[in-house]
């Protein structure tokens, strides 16, 4: 996340949220970014460890979330 941005909480409760999103979510399924650090919650924890993440759809402006906190653009797996 960018200085001046709202910090998405890093919390249990925050990632089962994600991943109702994240979990179903193409792009998460097409590079098996579960199977990489940190697995959820990318605009709290950082874009994925994967070595490489094509980007076929995101479900983050369907997630509360991303409401709740003013997000913009989403694919938090594959961006800083
Ligand atoms: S905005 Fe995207 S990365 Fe963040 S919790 Fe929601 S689905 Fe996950
Ligand atoms: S951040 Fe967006 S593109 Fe990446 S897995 Fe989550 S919903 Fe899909």
Do not use: W
């Amino acid at each position: 996340m960018k200085s001046g941005e709202i910090k998405v909480e890093d919390t249990e409760a925050n990632r089962q949220i994600c991943m109702k999103y994240c979990g179903s979510c193409p792009t998460y399924k097409h590079n098996s970014l579960g199977k990489s650090e940190p697995g959820a919650l990318f605009c709290a924890r950082g874009k994925s460890c994967a070595p490489s993440v094509k980007e076929v759809n995101c479900y983050c402006p369907a997630c509360e979330i991303f409401d709740k906190n003013n997000l913009a653009i989403g694919r938090f797996c594959d961006r800083d």
